[in-house]
């Protein structure tokens, strides 16, 4: 990759506190202490990313995501004070898109109103369900009534940028309940939709314990055929598996991740990508423990799992993101983000395609039909091979 142009970099920056965290969470969240270091944990953050700085190599930050844990818990004077700091020491694109993921039952007018004064410019509600039943069966702290009133209040206070979380595949849901939940949603009119399957993910209390009506998986096919063309219908572009947006409101953030893009990661847990000027693709995570985060942050005991990646995973990993893209991705760009020659991937490129799971032609590749219904097993295509 040497003499090739670096990936764009955002900055990822997890506050990891919650008022309650939910049986199906496997997110680093923590219920919050009686008193939140706010204050503490900002002088972490900024220790942590003075660690960083040279991971940046001069670029600009593309866009920015305060994700948890609940952000929304941190005043907006905490978060202006992070946001400051960030400034002071990297440059910010003229349009940076900055994210802050919020909980509708601790939503404020004056908060949304501080928080657009910080600069935050984009707001990702984690509503899950509309229906009160859903919701306490999810541990969610909020009621539909609650979510509807959090984002009329976002839009009162200015911010013309929201995404909604949405669940499917809910205990009891049947298709009709999971379109209420889109028609809630549609009508509030946000400009991003998440739509995701609820999963058991292991070490969580919905694993250990899981709910005993989840829908099978023909009513979960059926129930995602019903919202996919609901959604259709309504002008939002699936553009990503979990992600449909409105014309020009794609997540830059996230598609930075998808397009294989670098990141920085602040923050108890956080995670970062970065390449450095000879090509080589480096990851590392940061302390996950909140308490022992702020211990070390800032300095070499903060980093975890620090390592180099094999070029020989490189093609995973790239497709692991670019394939869940509706769009697919250029030839071009996989030589550009991995400094792999395209031959690397010729074989399993040809495989995916006689399978019918990719379409392609000189410059660009997109899963077909059949390998976005079938992504893991496209995936699988880009493994690299077992050592003898």
């Known amino acids: 990759m040497s003499g090739h142009a670096l990936p764009p970099l955002s900055l990822y920056v997890h506050l990891p506190w919650c008022v309650r965290k939910c049986p199906y969470c496997d997110f680093n969240s923590h219920q919050r202490p009686a008193q939140l270091p706010d204050a503490d944990y900002t002088r972490a953050l900024l220790a942590d990313l003075d660690q960083d700085l040279h991971q940046a190599q001069g670029r600009p930050i593309d866009s920015i995501f305060f994700g948890g844990g609940t952000p929304s818990l941190f005043s907006a004077a905490a978060i202006a004070a992070i946001l400051d700091g960030i400034r002071a020491r990297l440059a910010l694109a003229e349009d940076c898109e900055i994210t802050l993921e919020t909980n509708p039952g601790t939503a404020e007018f004056d908060r949304f109103e501080g928080y657009l004064g910080a600069g935050v410019n984009r707001l990702s509600f984690g509503v899950q369900s509309f229906d009160d039943a859903m919701l306490v069966r999810l541990g969610r702290i909020h009621d539909g009534t609650q979510a509807v009133r959090a984002f009329e209040l976002a839009r009162a206070a200015g911010v013309d940028n929201i995404n909604l979380d949405l669940m499917y595949g809910l205990p009891t849901q049947t298709p009709a309940g999971a379109l209420a939940d889109l028609e809630q949603a549609i009508t509030l009119a946000p400009e991003h939709l998440s739509h995701y399957q609820l999963t058991l993910e292991p070490q969580t209390v919905f694993a250990r314990y899981p709910p005993q009506d989840l829908p099978d998986e023909d009513a979960l096919e059926n129930i995602l055929e019903a919202c996919q063309a609901r959604l259709a219908a309504a002008d939002f572009e699936q553009y990503e598996v979990s992600a449909y947006a409105r014309p020009g409101r794609r997540s830059r953030h996230n598609l930075n991740y998808w397009q294989y893009g670098d990141y920085l990661g602040i923050g108890a847990g956080a995670h970062a990508k970065w390449t450095d000027a000879d090509g080589r693709i480096h990851r590392h995570a ?37 394939l869940r893209l509706r769009q697919g991705f250029a030839l071009a760009r996989f030589a550009e983000r991995t400094g792999l020659p395209l031959s690397a991937i010729a074989r399993p490129l040809e495989e995916a395609e006689r399978r019918g799971l990719v379409l392609r032609d000189l410059h660009d590749v997109r899963p077909s039909e059949r390998g976005f219904d079938f992504l893991n097993d496209l995936l699988e295509l880009f493994l690299p091979a077992s050592s003898p």
Not at 288 to 314: N, W
């Open 286 to 322: 940061k302390q996950r423990t909140p308490t022992l985060y702020l211990q070390c942050a800032g300095t070499p005991a903060s980093r975890v799992d620090v390592r180099s990646i094999d070029p020989a995973e490189l093609p995973f990993e790239f497709m692991l993101n670019a």
